[in-house]
């Protein structure tokens, strides 16, 4: 595990985001781990955050103009990650523009439903972790209806897990099926193997490794 995976773990840990326990997720299942990226939810908390999305996305190569925030939280990621960009050494003080959504268009004043830079070039959307896939595919056509082209996605957390029920889960997991069906990659900061990995380096935390092991058997990739 790099440096940057193993120090997002210890972050999230700190900050309450990532937590051990039994939660009943929005899937139903019972997980052994929760991880709520809404707790992030102040000044430097959310300025460390953008940091390790600038350089999850400057490590990945990835050839691109500018950022997409879906509404909601995609808004203030685009926002503080643009911004820890235009510090970022890598980039040697590039301009990164962004935009975002508004889940209902605006009929007064500049109208629409975009706010930010117009869509141009080549788009990566930032979120933070992708569920069901929904929120990128309607990103996708509002980048396209631009003109633009979505070349990326950025999230905080791969959850590395499948969908369905019991008996009948997907082939693949939703990031899987989210590159599989728009042909661009997932760039994560941090993946579930991350975890485990990190759980078997921290004395303190090592008992929750068996449970979060057995929950990616029965239900990851």
């Known amino acids: 595990m790099s440096t940057q995976r193993s120090d997002f773990v210890r972050f999230a840990l700190e900050q309450g985001v990532l937590r051990f326990g039994e939660f009943t997720v929005k899937s139903g299942r019972l997980s052994p781990y929760f991880f709520n ?35 909601y939280k995609g808004i203030p990621l685009s926002t503080a990650t643009a911004w820890a960009l235009a510090d970022h050494s890598g980039l ?68 590395m897990e499948r969908a369905g029920p019991d008996g009948q889960l997907s082939a693949h997991s939703a990031v899987q099926e989210v590159e ?27 008992s929750h490794r068996e449970a979060v092991q057995a929950y990616r058997d029965r239900y990851g990739i």
């Open 37 to 71: 990226a809404g707790l992030f939810n102040t000044g430097a908390s959310v300025g460390r955050l953008a940091q390790f999305y600038a350089q999850a996305l400057v490590d990945s190569g990835i050839d691109f103009d500018m950022l997409f925030g879906p509404a």
């Open 92 to 159: 040697k003080g590039r301009d990164v523009p962004f935009a975002f959504n508004r889940k209902e268009a605006k009929a007064h004043g500049e109208g629409g439903s975009l706010v930010g830079a117009p869509l141009a070039g080549k788009v990566v959307i930032i979120d933070d972790v992708i569920t069901a896939g929904t929120s990128v595919g309607e990103s996708v056509e509002i980048i396209r209806a631009a003109g633009a082209e979505p070349v990326a996605v950025l999230i905080a957390l791969d959850r």
């Open 180 to 206: 599989q069906r728009y042909g661009m990659p997932v760039v994560s900061i941090a993946n579930l193997q991350d975890i485990l990995q990190y759980l078997g380096q921290d004395a303190q935390l090592a």
